[in-house]
């Protein structure tokens, strides 16, 4: 009944939620509104900071005056700026310092006085209880010296620390307070043996910093400085020059203007209207293509997230793009439209979502492209083109490097598209050489971003792409060299089920990749303890045999667990992680299960759930394989030069024992499915089991008893019966897991 209830309440949790994806569109549709529209504003307006007046501008009213807070809070910024840093003195770390000081020459005193120890022990107790490096003259001359002279030295030593202390040691003068200290003694009266001994002393001390930054004191000040400045008054007469022609527009200058009532431009709001009009259309088609055609994209909340992530960044940074002005020539510099990395954003949707959403969504991104730069056609068609180039150039994409290959695509049809658009509009060819240059340099820009982009898109949204998974493939990753090194037999094991397993998703249309990374890494939990597990033994005992089949199951079923949390410590993808965790199911270990019951004085008392893996069921196609692989694998170990009937009869059992267990219920795997699987799995066992010849030298040596099983916890007896009974070993389920 709990199971039940977990069931429908996981059910529940993957019902996709209409709202939380309309609330992430509406969202992206703010955002996106409030980007494009940075540049409508200042366009309405005559009087703006930073545009150059095309007329002089006089006031007309009677003479005044106004508070300018611009120049007021100026001019207390400038008065903070001289507010010079406030130091506290905290005293507690010379009372600390003088305490150490004193506990020393207490010490001192103490072995000075105590002739029961012998001289040579004081000396290296001395040695070791004192700060610095003293020779045995020095300690000798400390144990000789008389009260008097000690305690002179001792109070000269607190007195000039004292003074030291008391005008501030910071953290970055410790060493300059040291030779303070040291110059200080040089002139005491001492003699040179007390003096010689008090600076190999003082080397020795450690000195702590009392003087500190008081950011508190420090703010206060500078408040008090600010408040001191009083607020700037601008007098004004009447007729007076506000602004000049010609002259750019400065903040005063428009603070100024709305003070004495001359700013009066309002931004018109029927723009704004517009803009967010058909933002919004253009965010719910897309919402509508997610929901109607890409179903499981939509579905998943962090994959509208992550569609609103990238349109949005790519969105802001061609708005920065946009204010760039590098040329007074006007048609010049528009050509810097031409730069913007919308095929950046393709690239990123097509490898870490969609290929046909990214369609979609780069000629959304055109659309803005346009908006942005005053409805101009070209820049639209330039940044649709190039989109549709890094679109086409990563549809097989398999590693970072090909990225390079796409900048080069996106470049050549930037070039192109520029090129003609110019000779169509009868464009300078200058001009037209300069679009080409920016196009070019669009192609290697777009490249960049994405290939930078990508890593940290794929961790933030935990998202599998090709080319993680083929990094994680790689069998030089540090855990599948550790399983080599430590867990040998595991390791082959697990390369074996990845052919298996991989062969087998080719030939249902699965995640092939997804299916051979994961069972590579399948059992890497038995890192832990690979002795434990019969394929790491080799011609050692099995410790099974000698342990009670609950704790053997305790044991066995351990390494899932333990192998998911060694891939989340790795930072591997849920995806993989999830393959993992499922790759038993919820099977039975018969082999300790029916060991329990025959120990056992009453069988009935042994629950066949407590032999069974406690973990959820295969909920995907990519699961279900790497379990079937798993188990046909190391059942197909077992038997030794079975032949094809044997090695045929074996995986039908077995498929056909993990259904009737129940373990394929919860994935999508049809009964046409399980044909092509069991068909794809005999091809590659068909080929590892081949027949061999058998050579004279070879047959001696069998003859006489000598040949060496390369599976050593398994008697010929067993085996032989093993081999000769296919049936058993699936009902036993995976050797290498007993």
């Not at 300059?176 to 200290?181: L, P, Q, V």
């Not at 031409?338 to 290929?355: C, G, K, N, T, W």
């Not at 919820?586 to 120990?599: D, S, W």
Request: glycine fraction near 6%; hydrophobic fraction near 45%; charged fraction near 20%.
């Amino acid at each position: 009944m709990i199971q039940n209830k977990k069931k429908a309440l996981s059910k529940r949790k993957k019902t996709p939620h209409i709202w939380v994806k309309m609330l992430i569109l509406a969202v992206f549709a703010l955002f996106c509104t409030a980007i494009l529209a940075i540049d409508i504003l200042p366009a309405q307006i005559t009087s703006q900071k930073g545009e150059v007046a095309d007329k002089d501008i006089f006031y007309r009213g009677h003479n005044t005056e106004y508070i300018s807070n611009l120049k007021t809070e100026k001019v207390r910024t400038e008065a903070v700026a001289q507010v010079e840093p406030i130091f506290s003195i905290d005293e507690s770390v010379l009372t600390h310092l003088l305490a150490n000081i004193n506990y020393d020459f207490a010490f001192m005193e103490s072995l000075r006085n105590n002739t029961v120890i012998e001289i040579e022990n004081r000396l290296i107790s001395l040695r070791n209880a004192l700060p610095g490096e003293y020779t045995n003259e020095t300690l000798q001359y400390v144990l000789e010296i008389d009260f008097n002279e000690m305690s002179n030295i001792r109070r000269s030593l607190r007195e000039i620390v004292s003074t030291v202390y008391e005008q501030g040691v910071r953290d970055d003068d410790l060493l300059m307070a040291k030779d303070d200290i040291a110059v200080l003694l040089y002139r005491t009266r001492l003699s040179d043996e007390g003096l010689s001994f008090l600076l190999d002393y003082l080397n020795g001390l450690t000195l702590a910093a009392n003087e500190f930054f008081n950011d508190i004191a420090t703010e206060t000040a500078k408040q008090a400085a600010k408040d001191a400045v009083p607020e700037v008054v601008i007098q004004v007469q009447k007729d007076e020059m506000l602004i000049s022609r010609g002259a750019v527009i400065t903040a005063e200058q428009i603070e100024a203007l709305q003070e004495l009532g001359m700013y009066s431009e309002k931004p018109s709001y029927s723009l704004y209207g517009g803009l967010l009009a058909i933002v919004v259309l253009l965010t719910a088609l897309l919402g509508l293509y997610l929901y109607f055609y890409q179903p499981k994209l939509f579905a998943e909340d962090k994959s509208v997230l992550l569609l609103g992530v990238i349109l949005l960044l790519i969105m802001l940074l061609c708005r920065l793009i946009a204010f760039i002005d590098f040329s007074a020539d006007a048609e010049t510099s528009a050509q810097i439209g031409f730069l913007l990395p919308v095929a950046a954003a393709s690239m990123l949707i097509a490898v870490l979502l969609e290929r046909n959403l990214a369609f979609f969504s780069t000629a959304i991104l055109a659309v803005f492209v346009s908006i942005l730069f005053k409805s101009n056609a070209s820049y639209a068609l330039v940044a649709f083109g190039g989109g549709l180039a890094g679109i086409l150039s990563t549809t097989r994409l398999n590693q970072r490097s090909q990225f390079v290959s796409a900048s080069i695509f996106i470049a050549l049809t930037n070039v192109l598209l520029i090129g003609g658009w110019g000779l169509l509009n009868n464009q300078n060819f200058s001009i037209i050489g300069i679009g080409m240059v920016i196009g070019l340099f669009n192609g290697v820009l777009s490249a960049v971003l994405a290939m930078g982009i990508l890593p940290f898109l794929e961790s933030a949204f935990s998202v599998t792409t090709v080319v993680r998974l083929l990094e994680f493939s790689n069998l030089n990753h540090p855990l599948l060299k550790r399983l080599m090194m430590e867990a040998p037999g595991t390791y082959n094991h697990c390369v074996l089920v990845g052919n298996l397993a991989e062969t087998a998703a080719d030939a249902i249309g699965a995640n092939a990749l997804l299916v051979r990374v994961a069972s590579y890494y399948h059992d890497v939990g038995k890192l832990k303890r690979p002795y434990l597990f019969i394929e790491n033994q080799g011609l050692n005992d099995n410790p099974h045999d000698k342990l009670q089949p609950s704790l053997s199951v305790m044991i066995i079923t351990s390494h899932v667990r333990e192998g998911v949390e060694m891939l989340r410590q790795a930072r591997f993808p849920e995806e993989i992680i999830s393959l993992v965790e499922q790759h038993h199911g919820t099977g039975l270990l018969r082999m300790f299960y029916k060991k329990a019951q025959e120990q056992s004085l009453d069988s009935s008392l042994i629950r066949e759930e407590d032999f069974r893996y406690p973990y959820s069921k295969p909920q995907s196609k990519e699961a279900a394989l790497v379990l079937l692989a798993d188990m046909t694998q190391a059942a197909a170990q077992a038997l030794k030069q079975a032949a094809k009937g044997q090695i045929e009869e074996t995986v039908h059992n077995i498929i056909k024992g993990r259904m009737e267990d129940g373990q394929l219920l919860e994935c999508p795997l049809t009964f046409q499915d399980m044909q092509l699987i069991e068909e794809a799995f005999l091809r590659v066992l068909s080929g590892m089991n081949h027949s061999r010849l058998v050579y004279p030298e070879q047959m001696a040596k069998e003859s006489r008893g000598n040949s060496v099983d390369i599976r050593p916890n398994y008697n010929q007896e067993e085996l032989a019966k093993r081999s000769s009974s296919s049936t058993e070993i699936a009902a036993q389920g995976s050797p290498l897991d007993h």
